[in-house]
């Protein structure tokens, strides 16, 4: 009898390892992004659009806390243009440019993606979540916390095994559904390894954007580089 009800007990005291309150259910798929507090995450990018040939860059992505990071293009035209994000402000910076241009967390970085999307989107930050009754994975509904959130409402869904984030749709305040984020694999460690962006209103949502994060690489970095005038003499 024993050996019948074991496994039962046993994935029961799985699923109870993942609470299923909404808040606790947002922080505990924000805990990848807390194993990597500070450091360089080398970034490549594939963009395929319908009709184009793909579309590939290398990126670093420097990091500081949860809302702090630097992202610099280090390929093709784009190369030494970088992406400061310090909290809800984004600064785009172009080499020759005199000045960097405050530009907003939505708009497009490489294909599907935008600013936000490299910059670490934190769900407990940024939405409060409802949760819909059902099993297999946690799915919550959310709402952005900030009025003027480019997507002010979101589905989640989230493994009820692990607590990872598996797939993410946001919407737009008219709640025309805009992007699918599809998060793909993770290493050993639950720290994301790749992802795939969806362009739900675009080409009949073919226009993909794939992010590869090919390592991670953990050292102090300088205050001062998480500013508009420091990051620009990142070289």
């Known amino acids: 009898m024993f050996s019948s009800i074991a496994p039962v007990l046993i994935a029961a005291s799985v699923a109870a390892a993942v609470p299923a309150d909404p808040a606790a259910l947002l922080l505990r798929a924000d805990a990848p992004h807390d194993r990597f507090s ?3 995450i080398h970034l490549r990018v594939v963009v395929n659009e319908r ?5 590939e860059n290398l990126l670093e992505l420097f990091v ?9 293009f280090r390929e093709g035209k784009q190369a030494g243009r970088k992406i400061l994000t310090v909290g809800n402000k984004v600064w785009l910076i172009v080499p020759g ?9 939505s708009q497009r970085l490489m294909g599907a993606a935008s600013f936000g999307d490299i910059a670490r989107l934190r769900f407990a930050d940024e939405y409060a979540g409802t949760l819909r009754p059902g099993d297999g994975d946690f799915v919550l509904d959310l709402t952005a916390k900030r009025k003027g959130a480019a997507y002010p409402a979101a589905v989640l869904w989230i493994g009820r095994d692990d607590g990872l ?19 793909t694999g993770y290493g050993d460690d639950h720290r994301l390894h790749t992802m795939e962006i969806r362009d739900l209103l675009a080409a009949g949502g073919q226009n993909r954007t794939s992010l590869v994060f090919e390592s991670y690489e953990p050292k102090t970095l300088d205050p001062a580089i998480f500013t508009p005038d420091g990051a620009r003499a990142v070289p």
């Open 38 to 40: 500070e450091g360089v």
């Open 51 to 55: 009709g184009k040939k793909p579309l």
């Open 64 to 72: 500081k806390g949860t809302d702090a990071s630097l992202c610099v």
């Open 97 to 105: 440019a005199s000045r960097p241009v405050p530009v907003s967390k």
């Open 165 to 183: 984030a598996r797939r993410l749709r946001l919407s737009l305040a008219s709640k025309k559904e805009a992007k699918e984020v599809t998060f």
